[in-house]
């Protein structure tokens, strides 16, 4: 493909006195590349503009950060404040405040909340007045963000929104969690619960390191009925939450339910894997029988079908008619439902014969998250039983674990 041409303007000048003579001069313009504010239609932001903006930030005690900023971008960030020991973090926690202006009379307020180990949470809100929005950013407590959990830090991202008057309540903004990620030993834990409206709340489990992990499909669904079965897939395991539909209700019960969660997965994986089904067997046995239930109803459908025949009930009767359109009637209600069931025949619930609960897949090495007693040295082998001295589980170990992933 050819480039593209250039402007340019050819000018001809011809002499007097030779008129054969022709000279043709061609002057081209070179366009300066734009810069990246120019090309997305920004202004910089002028000396005079952040001074006004950072005017009821000063007040609070907010220090600008000129060399972090982005002019170009809109962008203004504040010197990070330190919290010293705060009782709900039992450590000091970083808060940092970062303002944007993308258009004109509209601010993005972003207060990003750090430990020591990297782990952030950000609490965001939009609106028409920067003093406003770090008002109202304020009145949510710092340790709010970030809390500690079994000794984990449990980092929950939150957004103010501001919800419209109405007959019962006047204007006022609201708190709604929106993701969370805690790291506990080894395994990233996360929730997402943007996932739309009156929709069950979203957990993922993945092991750092690419590496494999191993937990029975009940791992959380053992804690009440709330709670899905997780589904294994390739790097991570994923499930779901049943929580509130409406705000404030969720936010409260998603705080309540994922501190449970964070306990609950932090109790397990310091444990043996073996001392899980000793713990939670009356559970898991109630877990079996509530994903049984959608295959229940339906095998109780078609064999209650033929009984149809038996009752002597008129054609022109409500009854009738409700029964002829039952199929029809059953479908729309499946599809009403927030969350679609899943129709299967659970695995019976049994002991997790194994020694850990991540899998090096790299190696082939197991690491045991629980203290795991010292192995006695083999002695060494000969060729052709090398096979069966390797570390890693055993065929019987490797069977049993794999059948407890998919209880």
């Known amino acids: ?32 590349t734009p810069s990246p504010s120019e090309s997305s239609g920004r202004v910089p932001l002028t000396h005079h503009a952040i001074l006004d903006l950072v ?47 993308p258009e004109p009379e509209h601010f993005r307020l972003r207060r990003l909340v750090s430990d020591e180990a990297g782990l952030s949470s950000t609490l965001a ?132 339910k994922l501190a449970q969660a964070v306990s609950h997965l932090a109790q397990t994986l310091r444990g043996d894997p073996g001392a899980f089904h000793a713990r939670w067997q009356v559970a898991r046995w109630r877990v079996t029988f509530q994903r049984a239930i959608p295959l229940l109803i339906g095998l109780g459908l078609l064999g209650a079908t033929p009984l149809i025949q038996l009752l002597s009930i008129e054609r022109t009767s409500l009854v009738w008619m409700f029964i002829f359109h ?18 299967e025949i659970p695995p019976l619930p049994r002991p997790l014969i194994g020694h850990a609960w991540i899998v090096d897949d790299g190696s082939g090495r197991v690491e045991s998250l629980a203290a795991a007693p010292a192995r006695r040295p083999e002695p060494p082998s000969t060729p052709g039983a090398r096979g069966a001295s390797e570390p890693g589980l055993g065929a019987h170990e490797e069977t049993s674990m794999q059948g407890a992933e998919a209880g």
């Open 1 to 32: 493909m050819p480039p593209p041409l250039k402007p340019c303007i050819v000018i001809a000048l011809q002499s007097p006195s030779t008129p054969e003579l022709i000279v043709m001069v061609r002057v081209a313009d070179t366009f300066p």
């Open 55 to 101: 005017a009821p930030f000063t007040e609070r005690g907010c220090q600008l950060d000129l060399a972090a900023s982005d002019r170009a971008q809109r962008q203004l960030r504040f010197k990070p404040i330190l919290h010293p020991d705060l009782p709900s973090a039992g450590a000091s926690l970083t808060e940092t405040l970062i303002l944007d202006n």
């Open 125 to 256: 809100i939009e609106g028409p007045d920067p003093g406003e929005l770090l008002e109202q950013v304020e009145a949510i407590a710092v340790g709010r963000q970030l809390v500690a959990v079994e000794g984990v830090h449990l980092a929950r991202g939150y957004r103010l929104q501001q919800s419209a008057a109405s007959e019962r309540q006047s204007a006022h903004w609201r708190l709604q969690l929106e993701q969370a990620e805690a790291q506990v030993e080894g395994v990233c834990l996360s929730l997402n619960a943007k996932t739309g409206h009156k929709m069950p709340a979203e957990i993922e489990l993945r092991a750092n390191h690419d590496q494999r992990l191993r937990v029975p499909a009940d791992l959380f669904a053992v804690l009440g009925w709330e709670w899905r079965p997780m589904r294994r897939f390739v790097r991570f395991w994923r499930g779901s939450l049943r929580i509130a539909a409406t705000e404030p209700a969720r936010t409260r019960e998603i705080e309540v």
């Open 326 to 343: 039952a199929p029809v009637l059953l479908a729309v209600g499946i599809l009403a439902m927030r969350e679609l069931p899943v129709i």
